[in-house]
Nanobody, 124 residues
Framework: LAQLVQSGGGAVPPGGSLKLTCENP????????MAWFRQAPGKEREGIAA???????HYSLSIKGRFTISQDHAKNTLYLQMDSLLPEDTGIYYC??????????????????WGQGTPVTMSL
């Protein structure tokens, strides 16, 4: 059962932009890291971006320079601004929170709290 509430996915032409939102209305514990993952069709879920509680971001090489992760502590909300989208960015995007102590930010099995997922597809 998803604990975080996502919005903002959809279809966009290659080269376009989308902004994903992940809200925490029930104020679940988020820990020191929040992250975005995506799962392309037929592939495993991969970590693409994370942000530390103090604001330091981390990015995978596949999206670095095109996507920006940010958070608004006052609104208990995490964002992912996606620009210059490519066909290979297609997939289901998930937000995650509450990284296990000593866990690696890019590992999906290291997070305790998840959003429901939102699809991102390329339109022609």
């Amino acid at each position: 059962l998803a604990q975080l509430v996502q919005s903002g996915g959809g279809a966009v032409p290659p080269g376009g932009s989308l902004k994903l939102t992940c809200e925490n209305p029930e104020l679940y514990v988020v820990g020191d890291y929040m992250a975005w993952f995506r799962q392309a069709p037929g592939k495993e879920r991969e970590g693409i971006a994370a942000i530390e509680d103090g604001g330091r971001p981390h990015y995978s090489l596949s999206i670095k320079g095109r996507f920006t992760i940010s958070q608004d502590h006052a609104k208990n909300t995490l964002y992912l601004q996606m620009d210059s989208l490519l066909p290979e960015d297609t997939g289901i995007y998930y937000c995650a929170a509450n990284l296990d102590d000593g866990g690696s930010w890019w590992r999906p099995d290291a997070y305790q709290t998840w959003g429901q997922g939102t699809p991102v597809t390329m339109s022609l």
